[in-house]
């Protein structure tokens, strides 16, 4: 298995083998090509699922993804900021759920910076219903914990943020 920098992970397909490097794995999951599902709770307790796939990895383990200013979801994470995203492979062989919690971001500089580091733009369909900008706000997920599970190979392993930030950061490892 190669567990350089420049290791790619077939987004089709996991072998047990792969596992080694899992943060790999998992950033290749989420490099903003792939649509992710978001988890949120209304104020009933109810869960609420949907697709999102304007999203931003480039400060991973916090991301962004861009909506309606006035989605259900933006006022869901305002009452309960506890999120989680699922991303999957092609032929679900692999999982990824990121546990955290999401803050909506709404002043200009902020959905500038988030616009520009967004890679697909092609599902932006809630820009349609605006003539005033900029009518979309940001949400910000701080990941807190990260669960990659391959049904086939009955692997599950979970891991916290801080071990993400320690195996992201090789000064972090060394003290």
């Known amino acids: 298995m190669n567990t350089s920098p420049e290791f790619t992970f077939d987004e089709t397909t996991f072998d047990i083998e792969d596992s080694g490097?899992?943060?790999?794995?998992?950033?290749?999951?989420?490099?903003?090509?792939h649509p992710g599902i978001l988890a949120t709770v209304d104020p009933a307790g109810q869960p609420h699922l949907r697709w999102m796939?304007?999203?931003?990895?480039?400060?991973?383990?916090?991301?962004?993804?861009?909506?309606?200013?006035?989605?259900?979801?933006?006022?869901?994470?305002?009452?309960?900021?506890?999120?989680?995203?699922?991303?999957y492979n092609?032929?679900?062989?692999?999982?990824?759920?990121?546990?955290?919690?999401?803050h909506v971001l709404d002043d200009p500089a902020t959905l500038k910076q988030v616009w520009r580091s967004v890679e697909d733009k092609t599902h932006t369909y809630f820009l349609n219903e605006y003539s005033h900008r900029p009518g979309f706000v940001a949400i910000e997920t701080q990941v807190d914990s990260v669960e990659c599970t391959s049904?086939?190979?009955?692997?599950?392993?979970?891991?916290?943020l801080e071990d993400l930030q320690t195996a992201a950061n090789p000064a972090v490892r060394a003290t």
């Open 151 to 160: 049904p086939a190979s009955g692997l599950r392993v979970q891991v916290k």
């Open 21 to 33: 490097d899992l943060l790999g794995l998992a950033r290749s999951l989420i490099n903003g090509h």
């Open 90 to 102: 092609k032929d679900l062989t692999f999982i990824l759920n990121l546990r955290g919690r999401a």
């Open 53 to 87: 796939s304007t999203l931003a990895f480039g400060e991973f383990p916090v991301f962004h993804t861009l909506t309606a200013a006035n989605a259900r979801k933006v006022a869901h994470i305002r009452a309960n900021p506890q999120v989680n995203w699922m991303f």
